[in-house]
């Protein structure tokens, strides 16, 4: 197993590219920074690091990178990806001043996949499967905002199946019971790396502790390996962070994302 040092070591060099947005409509660039437009109106910022900016800098950056999406009126939402080991003097302050509100930070897990993909028993009545009908993403994507408690469920239905038109490998995986989805989530295998990503794990508060996450999991884990994807990583809340450590993934450091809403 690598140490986390060594894993840390892959995301940055391997992730923090154009592998991080593979669905982008434009990307700008701002000094280190990557100013991403991605359908839906949303806007995204994110960097491989800052280039040791000193705070005076930084708040210049925010500053001009928000300027760079008010400019578009089709973009509602701007996400500023911070991470807890890049040195940033003043980041924090800077975003609040523009309007920018962080959310609670979650933890970046990688792993090997491998450990992830051994079969796990489901209750009765559970069942996994992949979607790729509109239908289908639309009921995912309501059930996601229901867990997450926002609005963005059609947004989101619109970007997936842009996604899916454009056949970039991304995965949408399902567990359900009678027709009702009740846990969902994207693998998202990373071009020319050695990496696949667990994202957008929702499961609905009746069914977690019951072993329906950790299947889900494990079902996405070994697509990646016969993708020949042979590490995971994923940012991941506090519902899903003991799951993935479990199962061998480890925390190696945090990102805190902030938003700006228009």
């Known amino acids: 197993m690598p140490s ?3 894993l840390l070591a892959a995301y940055d060099s391997q992730l923090r590219t154009d592998a991080e ?3 982008a409509l434009h990307v700008e660039r701002l000094g280190p920074l990557r100013l991403v437009t991605f359908a839906g109106g949303r806007g995204f910022i994110t960097y491989a690091d800052l280039a040791g900016a000193d705070a005076a800098t930084l708040r210049g950056w925010v ?8 400019d578009q ?3 509602t939402r701007v996400e500023w990806k911070t991470r807890g080991h890049d040195v940033a003097p003043g980041l924090h302050e800077s975003l609040l001043e523009q309007g920018f509100v962080p959310d609670e930070p979650e933890s970046i897990m990688i792993g090997e996949a491998a450990p992830l993909a051994a079969d796990r028993p489901l209750p009765a009545g559970v069942a996994l499967r992949r979607v790729t009908s509109e239908p289908d993403v639309r009921a995912m994507c309501e059930m996601d905002s229901l867990v997450f408690g926002d609005n963005d469920a059609e947004a989101t239905a619109q970007a997936l199946l842009r996604r ?8 949408l995986w399902v567990a359900e019971t009678d027709g009702v989805i009740v846990s969902a989530g994207r693998l998202e295998p990373v071009a020319d790396t050695e990496f696949a990503g667990l994202w957008g794990g929702a499961t609905l508060p009746q069914w977690r502790r019951r072993g329906v996450y950790r299947a889900l999991t494990a079902a996405r884990a070994r697509s ?3 993708r020949g994807k042979t590490l995971l990583h994923s940012d991941s809340t506090e ?7 479990r199962s061998g993934l480890i925390k190696v450091s945090t990102t805190t994302p902030y938003e700006w809403r228009r």
């Open 73 to 75: 009126p089709e973009i």
């Open 224 to 226: 990646a390996l016969t």
């Open 239 to 245: 519902f899903s962070r003991p799951i993935l450590e």
């Open 164 to 171: 899916l038109d454009l056949d970039d490998g991304m995965e």
């Open 63 to 70: 500053g001009a990178a928000l300027a760079h999406f008010r």
């Open 21 to 23: 947005t593979p669905s």
């Open 4 to 6: 986390a040092q060594q």
